[in-house]
Structures are given as C-alpha cells and as structure tokens.
C-alpha cells in the first residue's frame, strides 16, 4: 500500500507552531498492542557516522557536497534494516529519532523523518526548530565544532520526530528553556499510541549539549512536568537525545527521573555514541507504568554516530 503524508502545516508562517504529520503504516486505526520496542535514535541527518573524519575534509576542501542526497538516502535505508531486519535488535514498532533534518543542505535536501517513515511503513509527527535568521553558531566546544552547522538564513530545519506502526495521536510540541544556544533553541515532542487499555504517552526530548547540568535539568524539568499533568499517572515513555557528557549529567538526569516515579534499564555507562576510541552515554529511555522485557544498544554502522538504544516495554498491570 502506498500511503501519502498529509501535513497539518496549512503555511510557511505558522510552521514554527504547528506539527507535521503523515501516515504510511498498514495498521488499522482501531489496532491495538500489548508489547511495543520502542526505540531512541538520533541519526544525524542521516550523514553517517564520521562526525571528525567528515569535518576534516570539508575543511580540506575535499566533500563531496554533490553526493550528500544518495549519501542520505542510502542511510535513510540503513537505517531501515536496522530498525525492521537486523541481528541488532527487534523489529521496532515506535521510533523516536532527533536530528531529522527537513531540506537542509547539509541532509542533501532530504525530508529524514517523513522518508524514514515512508521507508519503515510507519505513521510519523515531527516539530522543528526554525534557524535563526540573524544569529550564526558560535565556537563554543571543540567537539561541537565538528558538527556541520544549518547556516544562517538557509532553507530547512532540523528537528525530533515520532514514528509509529500504530496510530499517532495528541501530537504536542513541548518548547524547552534554553540560555545558551540561540542559534540551536532545543524542544520535546510529545504523543500517545495505542498500548493495553490506556495508551502509551511518548515524549522524545532532544537536550541542550552547551547548557550546564543544572540547565539540561531544567529542561528535563519541562517534559517531566507535562508527563506528571497526565491523569492517573498514565504509562509513558521518555526518551531521547540527553547529551550527558559527564558521569555526573549521567548520575544527576537518574537522580531526577527516579524522584519522579520513573526508571530506566540503562546503566550510567552505557555506551550509545562513539568518534574513533571516544564512547558517551548520551541516549536514553525512562519508563512509567511500563514494564522493561528487555532492551540493548544496537551497534549499527554507517547512519549516524550515535547508536539505537531500544527496550521492549508492556503494560504495567494495576491493582484496585
């Protein structure tokens, strides 16, 4: 069945409000699931993995910026394989991914979130963050600097995304609070898909990598404000880009999280990004009303530098 995106965006301007939407799944409306493999992925705009090597040679003058839309195609369908027919891990049926470009020059021109979702058969919501109009990014850490920056005034924009085999629904944009990074204002997506009798509310959050501990905190703070304002408290899922750089951002976003009823199967050293030798615990899941089966890090190559982290979740049982 070929399935075709229909945008909520009605226009250029209110696009900084509103969420994009599209349906690719051969689910039914009314399907519902017991067990889901929910997934966090930040794929990097699909650019692959060389984050140093490939900064290296832009500056030498030696990318090959002609060859970024089949580079970002062929890892949109690495990623596929990854997510659907991999030793890696299970098939997922929910995936949460940061990075998803839409039109950037540095994405080849590519949509990330709505092709991943045509090529997954999902349905998907994504919200975006515009690039400032007159303030560029800023030398601030060697290693952000590695990183190729959406330039100022460029058409297309970077942002989060949800991708379900299941119905998608309440989509939310959630802005985060931010001090330090203007030119790369950071946001949470919000929604629910259908899981046991109650639904499952998902939250992909994509944390400020410049800000301290304590502003990753605050931000953290935001999404775990909406999560607690569910009625019942409603089983969901938080999941996300977190940049916990450090043992202590690592050991503080835990501390956080299990003070507020929420646990997560990964442990403080769990390896999720890597350059070369370099590995960072920066990806991860938190859990409320869910039961963790089991859960991993794929190790895929070639899509992004960071890995897929995933955990089969099912309903908690309730007591009356």
Not at 17 to 35: D, K, L, V, W
Not at 134 to 152: N, S, T
Not at 279 to 293: E, K, Q, S, Y
Request: proline share 4%.
């Amino acid at each position: 069945m070929n399935a075709v995106a229909q945008h909520t965006s009605r226009n250029a301007e209110a696009l900084d409000e509103e969420i994009e939407s599209g349906g690719f799944a051969r689910t039914a409306a009314g399907e519902q699931s017991s067990r889901l493999v929910v997934v966090s992925y930040n794929v990097r705009y699909c650019v692959g993995s060389h984050l140093i090597g490939g900064s290296l040679l832009r500056r030498a003058g030696l990318g090959r910026p002609s060859f970024r839309p089949r580079l970002v195609e062929k890892n949109i369908e690495r990623a596929r394989r990854v997510l659907t027919k991999s030793s890696l891990m299970p098939r997922a049926d929910l995936v949460a991914i940061q990075e998803a470009d839409r039109g950037t020059r540095r994405a080849g021109g590519r949509h990330v979130a709505l092709e991943l979702a045509r090529a997954l058969e999902m349905n998907f919501a994504r919200a975006h963050v515009a690039t400032p109009r007159d303030v560029g990014p800023k030398k601030k850490k060697w290693w952000l600097d590695f990183e190729q920056q959406i330039e100022v005034g460029e058409e297309g924009d970077t942002g989060v995304a949800i991708l379900s085999r299941l119905p998608i629904s309440d989509a939310e944009r959630i802005e985060l609070p931010w001090h330090e990074c203007a030119w790369r204002p950071r946001l949470a997506l919000a929604a629910v898909v259908p899981l046991g009798a109650r639904g499952l509310h998902v939250f992909n959050a994509h944390i400020d990598t410049h800000a301290s501990v304590e502003g990753q905190l605050e931000q953290h703070r935001e999404v775990l404000a909406r999560a607690e304002s569910l009625k019942d408290e409603a089983p969901c899922v938080i999941v996300g880009d977190f940049n916990t750089m450090t043992r202590d951002s690592c050991e503080a976003v835990r501390e956080l999280y299990e003070s507020r009823g929420f646990t997560s199967p990964l442990a403080d050293d769990t390896a999720t990004w890597r350059s070369g030798p370099i590995r960072h615990h920066f990806d991860w899941i938190f859990t409320r009303g869910l039961n963790v089966l089991r859960w991993g890090v794929a190790r895929a190559r070639g899509v992004s530098d960071h890995w897929p982290v995933w955990a089969e979740v099912e309903a908690a049982q309730t007591t009356t």
